[in-house]
C-alpha cells in the first residue's frame, strides 16, 4: 500500500471539500515495529507513557520496550488490569489519572478499546499518540472518531485527532485470536452497508457525499474480500497484512469526511444497540465488527424488503406513521434502560420521527424510488456474503453472539434511535414498515442455515 498518497497533503476533492489527513507514519508489515525507535527520536520526545492492558501487553509489550529501549528514552507505562476492557468513564477516569503530568506521548499497545481510549484521552491531554495494533479487529485505527460508553449510552466522540504513527506488524497481528481477525472482516463488509446508507442520505436528505471516499472505503471492501477467500482462515501474513491495510484504509477514509457517516450505518446502528444490551447485562465479550458483520447479513434482508416495498405503489401511498411522542418515549425507556433518557432527548432535539419531516422524506423517496432501487441492486447477494462470512468462520446469524429473536426485532425497529442519521431503517420507518419487516426479516434470519 502505498500511503503516501493519502498522508500529509491537502487533496483539494471534485466534492467541494478539502480532505486532510495528518498521520505521519502508516506502516503495516513484517518487523515494523523495529521502526518505533525512529519515529520516536524524529520527534524528540520525552516522556513516553505506554498503555496496555494485561492481554495487550503480553502480545507485544516486550518488543515495543526493546525499541523505546534502542530510542534511549525514558517511559512509564499505565497496564490496565481488566480482562475485558470497556471504554467507559471508568476507564478514561485511570487513564487521566495514571499517566504522568510532563508526558509528551502516549503509545497504545491494542487494537479497538485501548485505541479509542488513547485517541481520546490524548486528544484531552493535548499530547501526540502512537497505536502498535495487537489485532486487525476494527476500523478506528486511523479515523478521528472515538466510540465510548457514556451515561450508559454508544457515544460516538468525533474530531478527537488521530494517531501520528500506526504500527501494524504482522508477525503480531497473524498470531492475533482468528475471532479479532473475522471480526475486523466484519467491520468491512459493513461498508456495503453505510456506503447504501450514505447515498440514500444524499438523495433524500441532501446530505454531503463524497465519490471519492466512497471509492477508498469500497477499496478496502474488495481487499478483505480477497483475502477472505484466499488467506484469512489459513493466517496468511499478508492476507492478514491485507485486513489491516483496509481496516487503517477506512479509517483514512473517516478521517477525510471528518465523522465515521462512510463507515457506519444503519448495521453499525444495529450492533451499537446489542452491545449496549450486553454491557447492561454486564457481559462484554462479543467484538464490535462480529455485531457489526451480523448487523450487515441482516440489513442485506431488509434492503431487500425495502426493494420491494419501493416496486408496490400501495405499500407507498399508505399513510404515513403517526408519531406518538408520549408512547414512543415510554417504549424507549423500557427498551434502552438507563440510556433512554439520552435517545429521548436527542429526538427532542433533532425531531427525526416528527411527522412533518417524516412527509418530506418520503415525498422525497417517492420522486427518487427509480435511483434508490438501482442503489440496492448494486449490493452483494446475501448469499456471496454469507459464503465468505462462513469460509472464514465468521459468525452470520444472531444466535451465534447470543442475540435472541426479540432482541433481533426490536434492533431493527428501534436501533435507528440512536443516532441522528437517516438510513435504511428511517426508510423503513417513514412508510410505516419497520414493524411487519422487522417480523418478516427476523424469522428469515433466525432460519439461516
Excluded at 489459513?234 to 465515521?260: H, T
Excluded at 447485562?281 to 424488503?305: F, N
Excluded at 408520549?326 to 433512554?340: C, E, H, N, Q, R
Aim: some cysteine; proline content about 3%.
Amino acid at each position: 500500500m502505498d500511503w503516501e498518497k493519502y498522508l500529509n497533503k491537502t487533496i483539494n476533492c471534485d466534492c467541494g471539500h478539502t480532505h486532510e489527513c495528518d498521520i505521519q507514519h502508516i506502516d503495516i508489515g513484517e518487523n515494523v515495529i523495529e521502526k518505533l525507535s525512529d519515529y520516536v527520536k524524529e520527534h524528540k520526545y520525552n516522556h513516553i507513557c505506554v498503555v496496555a492492558d494485561v492481554n495487550t501487553e503480553k502480545i507485544a509489550g516486550s518488543k515495543v520496550y526493546d525499541a523505546l529501549a534502542k530510542a534511549a528514552v525514558k517511559y512509564d507505562k499505565f497496564i490496565f488490569a481488566d480482562e475485558d476492557l470497556v471504554p467507559d468513564e471508568k476507564s478514561i477516569g485511570q487513564m487521566f489519572t495514571q499517566i504522568p503530568d510532563n508526558c509528551d506521548l502516549i503509545i497504545g499497545i491494542g487494537s479497538g478499546t485501548l485505541n479509542d481510549l488513547c485517541k481520546f484521552c490524548s486528544h484531552k491531554m493535548k499530547v501526540d499518540y502512537f497505536i502498535v495494533a495487537t489485532a486487525p479487529s476494527m476500523d478506528g485505527y486511523a479515523s478521528d472518531v472515538a466510540p465510548l460508553i457514556v451515561n450508559n449510552l454508544k457515544t460516538t466522540y468525533e474530531k478527537v485527532g488521530r494517531p501520528k504513527v500506526i504500527l501494524g506488524d504482522t508477525d503480531i497481528l497473524k498470531d492475533a485470536p482468528l475471532r479479532m481477525v473475522t471480526a475486523g472482516a466484519g467491520d468491512i463488509f459493513g461498508k456495503y452497508i453505510c456506503l447504501t446508507d450514505w447515498q440514500l442520505a444524499h438523495i433524500v436528505n441532501g446530505e454531503y457525499y463524497c465519490p471519492f471516499i466512497a471509492d477508498i472505503m469500497k477499496e478496502a471492501v474488495t481487499a478483505v474480500a480477497k483475502a477472505a477467500d484466499h488467506g484469512i482462515a489459513e493466517r496468511d501474513p499478508k492476507a492478514i497484512g491485507a485486513v489491516m491495510e483496509a481496516l487503517v484504509l477506512a479509517g483514512v477514509g473517516m478521517s477525510y469526511s471528518g465523522n465515521s457517516r462512510p463507515a457506519s450505518g444503519s448495521e453499525h446502528h444495529m450492533s451499537h444497540y446489542w452491545e449496549m444490551k450486553f454491557l447492561q447485562r454486564g457481559e462484554h465479550g462479543i467484538l464490535h465488527g462480529t455485531k457489526v458483520g451480523i448487523g450487515t447479513i441482516v440489513s442485506l434482508h431488509l434492503y431487500k424488503y425495502a426493494a420491494k416495498m419501493l416496486a408496490d405503489t400501495t405499500l407507498l401511498k399508505k399513510s404515513a406513521p403517526k408519531f406518538d411522542k408520549a408512547s414512543w418515549s415510554k417504549k424507549m425507556l423500557d427498551i434502552y434502560g438507563p440510556a433512554g433518557p439520552s435517545v429521548i432527548a436527542l429526538e427532542e432535539k433533532v425531531a427525526k420521527n416528527d411527522d412533518s419531516n417524516v412527509q418530506k422524506r418520503r415525498e422525497k423517496v417517492i420522486a427518487n424510488k427509480e435511483k434508490i432501487q438501482g442503489l440496492i441492486k448494486q449490493l452483494p447477494s446475501i448469499d456471496e456474503t454469507l459464503q465468505r462470512m462462513k469460509k472464514i468462520k465468521e459468525p452470520y446469524k444472531p444466535e451465534q453472539i447470543g442475540v435472541t429473536e426479540d432482541m433481533l426485532k426490536i434492533a431493527i425497529m428501534y436501533a435507528k434511535e440512536l443516532r441522528n442519521r437517516y438510513g435504511l431503517l428511517q426508510l423503513l420507518y417513514d412508510f410505516g414498515q419497520i414493524e411487519d419487516a422487522a417480523e418478516i426479516v427476523s424469522k428469515q434470519i433466525m432460519k439461516l442455515d
